[in-house]
T-cell receptor, first 113, second 116 residues
Framework: EPEVTQTPSHQVTQMGQEVILRCVPI?????FYWYRQILGQKVEFLVSFYNNEISEKSEIFDDQFSVERPDGSNFTLKIRSTKLEDSAMYFCASAYYSNQPQHFGDGTRLSIL | GESVGLHLPTLSVQEGDNSIINCAYSNSASDYFIWYKQESGKGPQFIIDIRSNMDKRQGQRVTVLLNKTVKHLSLQIAATQPGDSAVYFC???????????????FGKGTKLSVKP
């Protein structure tokens, strides 16, 4: 069964450094998402991406965040200058359509020191 | 995935019993609902979904019930097995008519523990 894959599984970064989290969505899906889950809290929406542009973003997704689909398969989340509070699990998800089930990767655990 | 923490509601059941996990959703405009299962070290795994024009949907060993009047969703798992032990999340979506591009609003989650 096709699945969403994320790399790396764990990223440790110094505060202030840039980090790029990578995702390969399911190949025929058209909608792509990033979510995060801070330890002890709910899964929170960050951004949705469709037709090579951001379609929706949350208040969390400020100017430090950006997303890109550099080729036909990868979908990346970049955090330009990481803060301690960016430490969380980051999940990528994809769906064929916006009102179809989203399928999640196993996440990247981001630890900011 | 991470454990969702100290204040996570927990449901403990005996193997073979039926489990019912409840969820109150927040937005009356939501028209699409999904249940996810999250095991330790994994991402949320799709279990079953339901749209607002239905009040019940059945899958393999799972049933979702939707009560729009009180904004309540439940997941019933029949003949619960040890492999069902996980954290279960409900998620809602306002749909394109609500101006959403599909972003999901997740509940806090319930930890299901199955005793053999």
């Amino acid at each position: 069964e096709p699945e969403v894959t994320q790399t790396p599984s764990h990223q440790v970064t110094q505060m202030g450094q840039e980090v790029i989290l990578r995702c390969v969505p399911i190949s025929n899906h058209l909608y792509f998402y990033w979510y995060r889950q801070i330890l002890g809290q709910k899964v929170e929406f960050l951004v949705s991406f469709y037709n090579n542009e951001i379609s929706e973003k949350s208040e969390i997704f400020d100017d430090q965040f950006s997303v890109e689909r550099p080729d036909g398969s990868n979908f990346t989340l970049k955090i330009r200058s990481t803060k301690l509070e960016d430490s969380a699990m980051y999940f990528c998800a994809s769906a064929y359509y916006s009102n179809q089930p989203q399928h999640f990767g196993d996440g990247t655990r981001l630890s900011i020191l | 995935g991470e454990s969702v923490g100290l204040h996570l509601p927990t449901l403990s059941v005996q193997e073979g019993d039926n489990s019912i996990i409840n969820c109150a959703y927040s937005n009356s405009a939501s028209d699409y609902f999904i249940w996810y299962k999250q095991e330790s070290g994994k991402g949320p795994q799709f279990i079953i979904d339901i749209r607002s024009n239905m009040d019940k949907r059945q899958g393999q060993r799972v049933t979702v019930l939707l009560n729009k009047t009180v904004k309540h969703l439940s997941l019933q798992i029949a003949a619960t097995q040890p492999g069902d032990s996980a954290v279960y999340f409900c998620a809602e979506n306002m749909g394109i008519y609500g101006g959403s591009q599909g972003n999901l609003i997740f509940g806090k989650g319930t930890k299901l523990s199955v005793k053999p």
